[in-house]
């Protein structure tokens, strides 16, 4: 069950902070009767990986004795004799920055409360003003935990959102890699190849990949705020891209940062009153990736509904469908007359409550532009740490997982000669292994709501004791297939550098991949295995149908045996060095051998030629 609150006053009321802090329960709950309790996060940043990774932590007698409070946003509770049940709430922070927990108390209910944030101290309830709380979510079911996890699986699946295409798995290339290789390995400016001729011919070769969706990042616009196709690099508009993409049944996707507008833009002129503030004072202007200088906006104030019409023009004109929203850190406005607080407030105050709103108003504009553009997706870039992270957006869209991952300074690594700290930049097995890492979110959240980008290059330079060498060698094009396809589904790098026999294995690898991909959506996770280890072993298969994918990959060479937990469909591809065989249960054993480091990924319910 999801539920909110409103709560209505027919006459004006106030809502306060007697002692400087909210004052408000949301909900409260006996956990009497469960033996297992455990609290699931989905905000911690790993500083490891550089990335937001799941994790799960034990709740027992000493938590509820010491009145621990907990930030969730899930608690799970079973017992012998009970069957399991789930609690959540729907906001997003970093952990520990918590606006919503639950505090345990020694009689064993967990109660969950405003922290800080979800009003200012003075507002108004009113018969026009109700106040709405977030949503909250209620689960139980006969069976066992994995039962209710794959359940809540599901349910954010196929019913968390009516923005249903959030949820499909396509399969996106984006341009940022080359942008950031042209200007670290080629020292050219990021903006470089963002050109009609570069993208033609690009497309061209995603096409031949098996590419659905082809995104342009940052650069494709003259200005931020005013989102016109840039007339220097794109003299004839994006029209000739989208009818190469068009021709091909592909989707175009763009990237914005959705809380900047350019200092001469119209979105800036008409929205003078919306400009974020800090200590009262609106930001500095600041150059977007080498395009005119922007300040910043707040979507909170009344530019978020201004930004989504802006949004939904550009379907109408450009054709775009896929939204890359970069940039938006939790915090940034402390400004009174946006909704987040009044004068009467301090600028503390409206700046937690603008980081408690910020969510929602998301929220507002991706709902927006998807009831006017019902083939719209929403992405939202949380590559870096102090985004809003949680539940709250995945009822509206979906994460753009990982950039490269960790920086050089993440591992107190001095700054390299060519100022390049992107450590997982390169081909081969290790960037697979940081974007392979937040895979377990896939237990409780679909994987597919986490876009990741791995790397196509077959040709490429591999660094190793013996210095450095040039090789053209299909092992990375491996683990880049047999990771993509556990729901991540992206690709970025060098397309126009990958050989003819690269671009052909990508493309009939993908196109089997697509035959089972909404049954490998639709799967709950089966992993054994550290990523890096040996073997790491990744089963996917729809336990209703048998089809699906089983991908192995291993550091040392040498064979390895995995058997299924499900039966199996029959029409099975696999890769070189793979035996499969089948149990009298319908189970498939595999054996691979592995006579380098790699990927083994083996179809289960495909035929070749489809
Ligand atoms: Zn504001």
Known sequence: MRFRYALHSETPVRLTKPAGTDVLDYLSVSLAEFDRIREVRFSEFSSLF?????????VDDRHFENDVRLMGPLLVASGAETAPFLIAYEHGSQVPDAFLAYDLAPDRTATLRAVKGNYYDGQIVGPDRPFGTPWFQIAGIDGDEDTLAAAYREYVLTYLTPNAESRKPYIFYNTWNFQERNRWWYKNAYLDSMNEERMLQEIDVAHRMGIDVFVLDTGWYEKTGDWHVSAARFPRGLGPIKEKLDGYGMKLGLWFNPT????????????????????????????????????????????????????????????VTYFKWDAIGQYGCDAAGHGHGTEANTPEERRV??????????????????????????????????RTVGLQFLASGKY?????GPYNHDFQMPVPADGNVNLFFYPGPARAWICRAPLGYDKWLPSVLFLTHYLPDD????HGWGGNKEVTDPENQWISIASLVLGQNGIWGDLL???????????????????????????SPVRVGAVGGSPEVHEKINAANGRGVVCLFASASGSYTYVTENRV??????????????????????????????????????????
């Open 400 to 404: 753009f997982l990982i950039n490269n």
């Open 260 to 319: 900047v507008a350019a200092v001469s833009s119209r979105m800036h002129r008409e929205h003078r009153d919306c400009l974020m503030t800090r200590d009262n004072k609106p930001h500095d202007p600041h150059e977007v990736w080498e395009t005119e200088a922007s300040q910043s906006l707040c979507l909170v104030s009344r530019y978020g509904d201004a930004f989504a019409d802006e949004l939904i023009r550009l379907v109408r004109e450009v054709g």
């Open 353 to 386: 409550c603008y980081g408690f709103q910020l969510g929602a108003a998301m929220a507002r504009v991706v709902d927006k532009l998807c009831a006017a553009c019902p083939e719209a997706i929403v992405d939202f870039d949380i590559t870096e740490g102090g």
């Open 497 to 523: 550098r990958i050989t003819d026999a690269g671009v052909a294995r990508f493309g009939h690898a993908l196109g089997l991949y697509k035959q089972v991909r909404d049954d490998i959506t639709v799967a």
């Open 50 to 58: 550089h990335t937001f990774c799941p994790s799960e932590h034990p």
């Open 459 to 462: 040709v490429y330079t591999r």
């Open 569 to 610: 469909a029959p029409g099975v591809w696999h890769n070189d060095g793979v035996t499969v065989t089948h149990d009298p249960r319908g189970r498939a054993r595999i054996d691979a051998r592995f006579d380098t480091a790699g990927a083994k990924i083996v179809f289960f319910g495909v035929r070749e030629g489809m």
